[in-house]
């Protein structure tokens, strides 16, 4: 994860950087994609973030009832 940067004087209230951290290394399913092609992720239940897709990683979908 790249550091987290605010313009000078800003705190982060909304616990921004500790959302993100949460987040590393977890499965996610994409919720869709704004009109610049980031994509939308929902990682807690009242929590929309969007994430440049390069800042991602692609994860093998897992089949139900195969073996």
Do not use: H, I
Request: glycine fraction near 8%; aromatic fraction near 10%; charged fraction near 30%.
């Amino acid at each position: 994860m790249s550091p987290v940067t605010f313009a000078p004087g800003v705190k982060d209230k909304l616990g921004t950087e500790k959302l993100f951290k949460s987040m590393l290394g977890k499965v996610y399913t994409v919720r869709g994609f704004d009109k610049y092609g980031n994509v939308e992720l929902a990682p807690k239940r009242l929590n929309t973030v969007w994430v440049e897709p390069e800042f991602l990683k692609l994860a093998a979908s897992q089949r139900r009832g195969t073996k």
